[in-house]
């Protein structure tokens, strides 16, 4: 069998006599250049995980309830940003030097789409979320049969296109900051054990399904919803590292959810008063424009 090491953090060639003709592909850690992962970067990527998961929280369950307060808009929006400077630019590329392509992300000339591997992530995700559409719209004509005759189309694509901008922001932080972190921090933490490439990947991914699970808290049926969704995303993504194609199984499965089966998706203080808290139309007051009535957003 296949021997991992997590000094290396990388899968060796195969023993002789194993009876494998060749070892699995290899998952590029964001290291040093010689793919190495040390105790002091895997606790300072724990440390990272911990911070910016107490920044989610504050900004969500502090902050965001007291958006109508005068002088609170601009505060929110700043830590927001900053938050987003770190995850996205400030800590994968000058701190780590995680490549683009390890985040799911492409070049420059591309926009930052994944072009090189964007139809083979696509023939794994597309068929991935048809059928989960499937169900999901399955479940909706069961609770209501004429729920799908009712669906307002243009608030349906509408929807769609904003959840997609919010979909990209959620990958680039659960998938493309988080789960490189806990790569670090898994590999090191499985160096006695002989686990092999699997059981890294295994690990990584429930980590990373269980933070973005933990985010949608205290929306219990989103939180099981999210788990359940993030280990196949996460699990895809790790062989099929293309954010743009994930984001956009996120906003399609995240819109039937919101449209059709018209589901609470609040999450924190709103999920309890979710006629108050309404930061996106309070930033963004055209979205009440082309959303019209907030009942279901």
């Known amino acids: 069998m296949s021997v991992y090491n997590p000094e290396h953090t990388r899968l060796l060639q195969p023993r002789e006599g ?3 003709s060749s070892a699995v592909q290899p998952f590029p850690l964001a290291s040093t250049p ?3 992962v040390s105790l002091r970067r895997a606790a300072f990527s724990a440390a990272e995980v911990i911070g910016v998961s107490t920044a989610i929280a504050v900004l969500f369950w502090v902050l965001n309830p007291r958006m109508l307060q005068p002088g609170m808009p601009p505060i929110v929006v700043a830590v927001g940003v900053l938050l987003g400077v770190y995850v996205i630019w400030l800590s994968p590329c000058w701190i780590h030097g995680d490549s683009l392509a390890d985040r799911g992300l492409g070049s420059r000339d591309t926009l930052f789409v994944r072009t090189d591997n964007f139809w083979c992530a696509a023939g794994v995700f597309a068929p991935l979320s048809a059928v989960l559409a499937c169900l999901l719209v399955l479940v909706g004509l069961l609770r209501n049969p004429s729920s799908f005759g009712e669906i307002n189309w243009y608030r349906f ?5 904003l959840y997609l901008v919010w979909a990209v922001v959620q990958s680039l932080f659960f998938f493309g900051f988080f789960m490189q972190r806990l790569t670090a921090i898994t590999a090191v933490a499985l ?3 002989s686990w092999g490439f699997d059981g890294l990947r295994c690990s990584v991914v429930l980590l990373t399904a269980g933070l973005f699970s933990v985010a949608h808290a205290p929306n219990l049926l989103m939180m099981v919803l999210t788990f359940l969704a993030g280990i196949l995303w996460g699990w895809h993504f790790w062989a099929q590292r293309n954010l743009l194609v994930l984001a956009a199984s996120h906003a399609f499965l995240g819109t039937i959810i919101h449209q059709v089966l018209m589901l609470n998706m609040r999450v924190g203080p709103a999920y309890w008063e979710p006629h108050r808290f309404y930061a996106n139309r309070v ?3 055209f979205i009440s424009h082309w959303m019209g009535s907030p009942q279901y957003h």
């Open 34 to 36: 010689e793919h190495t």
């Open 283 to 285: 930033l963004f007051p």
């Open 191 to 193: 160096k006695s054990l």
């Open 18 to 20: 194993s009876g494998r």
């Open 157 to 161: 694509l509408i929807k769609h296109g």
